[in-house]
């Protein structure tokens, strides 16, 4: 069983940065496109990012392209999420997922299999 565990989360402030690392503790993430999503309350999961196994190409959400960035370091087998310009709508719990099938579109959650146990971000304004 692939294990992610995602670290950063907290209690911030609007306009301030945050950055969301996602690690695997024993499987390897070098292989696999990765992905960010979130879940704010009361609202479904949704995509937020995901990048190339080689790390060469990204995709965003709308509503974060051009605030959030996501990269990876495939020595440290870890995946990030640098957040910047936060807002309350960024309120939420983020997850990581290793993506397993591609059947569909890399923002599919039903593309990915192995998820973290998430880390809330609350924005306060």
């Known amino acids: 069983q692939v294990q992610l565990v995602e670290s950063g989360g907290g209690l911030v402030q609007a306009g301030d940065s945050l950055r969301l690392s996602c690690a695997a503790s024993?499987?390897?993430?070098?292989?696999?496109?990765m992905g960010w999503f979130r879940q704010a309350p009361a609202k479904e999961r949704e995509f937020v990012a995901a990048?190339?196994?080689?790390?060469?190409?990204?995709y965003y959400t709308n509503s974060v392209k051009g605030r959030f960035t996501i990269s990876r370091d495939n020595v440290k087998n870890t995946v990030y999420l640098q957040r910047n310009s936060l807002n309350d709508e960024d309120t939420a719990i983020y997850c990581c997922?290793?993506?397993?099938?591609?059947?569909?579109?890399?923002?599919?959650?039903?593309?990915?299999?192995?998820w973290g146990q998430g880390a809330q971000v609350t924005v306060s304004s």
């Open positions: 997922a290793r993506r397993e099938f591609y059947s569909g579109s890399y923002s599919s959650q039903y593309e990915y299999n192995f």
């Open positions: 024993i499987h390897t993430l070098n292989n696999y496109v």
């Open positions: 990048i190339s196994a080689s790390g060469g190409d990204s």
